[in-house]
């Protein structure tokens, strides 16, 4: 049965029983389209979750000084923060976008295993359900940060370590599954004639994400095995006086962990790579390379994932070819940006919101970019490891990276997936307030960084009172601006301006029809482009 005919079942059946029958579709749906949505949905609802978490941490932080919260609880925060922001917020968002718009990108009727990619969203909530869950046990939640090292995790650890071992088993699964279906999708269903360097940049960059969640989840599910099995069953993988080595678990969980990083970025990039061409009206420049410098960048992630561990002490050698190595993965993804600049170059550009998240992106992340060069020199990093200028690095890419290529991606296709305009005036404010609020956030956080404030801690030295009370303004100001975007999606949703047949029209070489008053401009097309 072809996708449309399945959607047609579903509605003629809910027509003649009522919404019982639309819950149950909702929960038994194998249509493409109605997962992406359930992905998108569930991936705003963690967004809000993580993001209460980080009002409370920086609320702690507003002054020197410990005032509203526990260290410990303050603790459990930037652990569940983390892991909400990776697993139930980033990656469920580009599972969805996978979901709803691959297969219409390469002419296919739905993905390849439709029932399994139910089961992929359904075990998610669960997952986190559990992780939530753990905060309400005695003693609280998991406290030993997002990436759990050892002995943190094992021996300093109480009994939510099982329950954090357990829901991310099943986030794993999830992902795996997710993958698993995006790459036998794209591999066996592409539209006659659809070669692979006429794949869009969208589907690329999602199939080689896949291939990097295939090849590294099972590593993370090692890594949490192995910790349950220190804490409960008394192997000593990671406990030194049983004749194991911590360390060893740095070395497991950044070999996850930093491919980790691109399995969140890619996607971002064929966003970008779809928006961009759209709003210059110009093919996109270079495409050949821009699909071997994702593939480089995925390839590279993994010879890179101790530039994490500079400071364990590791041969020099080691030292330098982890430097080198992470200067390296600078070349592919300078490409990247240098294409997407030379695509706007001359173009005719229109400044829709899509298109400004797209240009902040480019902005923002390269900046991101900048200060984890700075990161990879060996010696610099004795200097910059686990003071809030990593954790300004790192929001830059995946704040003013990943996030705001999800939101660009919304404004978008939500035309196309609700059938409705957005509120382009709302949309704006969001895009500015965002952009100001997310920059007052993390840009003082290199400043305080470099001056020695340490990251996770709920205290610190008077010197930096003055600077944290300005990036805790931004943080509620940035979170705050979000309740605007859901205003947008749910009126949107609602109903409204219907969307005209060509919304953005693509990157055709169209010449851009400048009379016309519409807001969601129309394009005539002359017998040349000019």
């Not at 997002?146 to 002995?151: K, L, Q, S, V």
């Not at 036998?184 to 360097?197: D, F, K, Q």
């Not at 035309?415 to 609020?437: I, N």
């Not at 001056?451 to 509620?476: E, H, K, T």
Request: glycine share 8%; charged share 10%; aromatic share 16%.
């Amino acid at each position: 049965m072809t996708s449309s005919t399945q959607q047609a079942a579903h509605e003629q059946e809910h027509e003649h029983h009522g919404p019982a029958t639309g819950i149950k579709r909702w929960l038994f749906t194998t249509n493409h389209k109605d997962i992406g949505s359930l992905y998108l949905l569930f991936s705003l609802l963690m967004f809000l979750i993580g993001g209460g978490m980080a009002m409370v941490i920086r609320a702690e932080l507003f002054q020197p000084g410990l005032q509203l919260v526990d260290p410990h609880f303050f603790n459990q925060m930037t652990t569940v923060h983390g892991l909400i922001m990776v697993f139930g917020a980033v990656m469920p968002a580009f599972t969805g976008l996978a979901n709803w718009m691959v297969p219409m990108m390469i002419g296919a009727p739905d993905m390849a295993l439709p029932r399994m990619n139910n089961w992929s969203f359904w075990i998610l909530p669960f997952a986190f359900l559990i992780l939530l869950a753990s905060l309400f046990m005695e003693g609280g939640g998991p406290a030993f940060g997002w990436t759990f090292y050892a002995p943190l995790s094992t021996t300093y650890s109480n009994d939510n370590t099982a329950l954090f071992v357990f829901a991310v088993h099943i986030m794993g699964v999830s992902s795996i599954m997710g993958a698993i279906n995006v790459i036998v999708t794209i591999v066996n269903m592409r539209a006659p004639g659809m070669t692979w360097m006429k794949l869009p940049l969208f589907v690329w960059t999602w199939l080689i994400t896949a291939f990097l969640l295939i090849a590294v989840m099972p590593v993370l599910a090692g890594a949490v095995t192995m910790v349950l099995t220190d804490k409960y069953f008394g192997t000593s993988f990671f406990d030194a006086a049983g004749g194991g080595d911590p360390v060893m678990f740095q070395h497991i969980f950044w070999f996850f962990g930093h491919p980790e990083v691109y399995i969140m970025i890619l996607p971002a990039f064929g966003v970008i790579s779809t928006i961009v061409p759209t709003f210059s009206r110009k093919k996109l420049f270079g495409y050949a390379s821009m699909v071997y410098a994702t593939s480089s960048i995925a390839l590279l992630s993994f010879i890179v994932w101790a530039h994490h561990m500079f400071t364990t002490g590791m041969p020099l050698a080691g030292e330098l070819f982890f430097m080198y190595a992470t200067m390296l993965i600078s070349v592919p993804t300078g490409v990247k940006v240098f294409n997407w600049v030379a695509t706007m170059w001359r173009g005719s550009i229109s400044f829709e919101v899509p298109m400004l998240f797209a240009i902040a992106f480019i902005v923002l992340f390269t900046l991101g970019g900048f200060s984890g060069l700075m990161l990879a020199i060996t010696p610099a990093d004795f200097q910059y490891h686990d003071t809030y200028f990593v954790v300004a690095h790192f929001h830059y890419v995946l704040v003013t990276g990943a996030v705001f290529s999800i939101m660009a991606a919304a404004y978008y296709w939500l035309p196309k997936w609700t059938g409705y305009m957005y509120s382009e005036t709302l949309a704006k404010w969001h895009f500015w307030l965002s952009l100001v609020s997310v920059n007052i956030l993390f840009f003082p956080m290199h400043f305080v960084g470099l001056a020695g404030m340490p990251r996770r801690i709920p205290d610190y030295a008077l010197q930096f009172a003055d600077f944290n009370a300005l990036i805790s303004i931004g943080g509620f100001a940035f979170g705050l601006s979000q309740l605007l975007f859901v205003a947008v999606v749910f009126k949107c949703i609602a109903g409204g301006q219907r969307a005209p047949a060509k919304v953005w029209d693509g990157a055709e070489g169209l010449e851009w029809d400048v009379a016309s008053p519409a807001p969601y401009h129309t394009f005539s097309t002359p017998p040349e482009v000019k």
